[in-house]
């Protein structure tokens, strides 16, 4: 399609399990943003993919959490040993390059992947 | 205090009513964003803008440099409109693709 693809939409785990949650961007933007939102709360940055360059992991609340972009695509971003509190919708989007101009940093956001540890 | 402030939390209207929701920021900004997020979690881009005032539709987005304050318009609202409405923004001078979000304000239109 032509816009940002998450999946899974939906996905239930057991505490200590590992978790992939993957990303695909509208062809052509450099720019792939993860976010994560919990229940009731605003929009929390995880991690930015900009081109080739290194992403920036400022956003990740734990070293449980790591993410990648292969080929300058497709993102997956793993969680580890999840636990009760990563409960959350994780959000994807991606922008033609960054968001400072307006001709090229229009956000464009996938579905989420809602992603409930029991 | 949050960076991004924005009013009213909870917002309620009839339908065919005009709606002003606001947002004041205490940064210097390069852009401000306004997003549209309906229940279900889709995220959808309404505005960004760097100044002045733009419009689609029944949408209408300003921005107030100098006061730090955007407001974003609905004119004859419609219950379609429920969703919660938050505002970004890209900080001058940092890095630009963090946004700032605020909390975001809970429109209810009823019929």
């Known amino acids: 399609g032509a816009g940002v693809s998450q999946s899974p939409s939906n996905k239930v785990t057991e505490k200590g399990k590992d978790v992939e949650l993957r990303c695909d961007p509208i062809s052509g933007h450099t720019a792939l943003y993860w976010y994560r939102q919990s229940l009731g709360q605003g929009l929390e940055f995880l991690i930015y993919f900009q081109g080739n360059s290194a992403p920036d992991k400022s956003g990740l609340p734990s070293d449980r959490f790591s993410a990648e972009r292969t080929g300058g695509s497709v993102s997956t971003l793993t969680i580890q040993r999840t636990q009760q509190e990563d409960s959350a919708v994780y959000l994807c989007a991606s922008s033609l390059e960054g968001l400072a101009r307006a001709n090229t940093g229009e956000l464009f956001f996938g579905e989420g992947s809602r992603l409930t540890v029991l | 205090k949050n960076e991004v402030e924005q009013s009213p939390q909870n917002l309620t209207a009839q339908e065919g009513e005009f709606i002003t929701i606001n947002c004041s920021y205490s940064?210097?900004?390069?852009?401000l964003h306004w997003l549209q997020q309906h229940p279900g979690g889709g995220i959808v881009s309404l505005f960004m803008l760097s100044s002045g005032k733009k419009k689609h539709g029944r949408l209408i987005a300003t921005i107030n440099i100098q006061e730090k304050h955007s407001s974003l318009h609905i004119t004859a609202s419609h219950p379609r409109d429920s969703a919660v409405y938050i505002c970004a923004v890209t900080e001058s001078g940092g890095s630009n693709y963090k946004l700032t979000f605020g909390k975001g304000t809970l429109l209810t239109v009823n019929p």
């Open positions: 940064v210097g900004i390069s852009a």
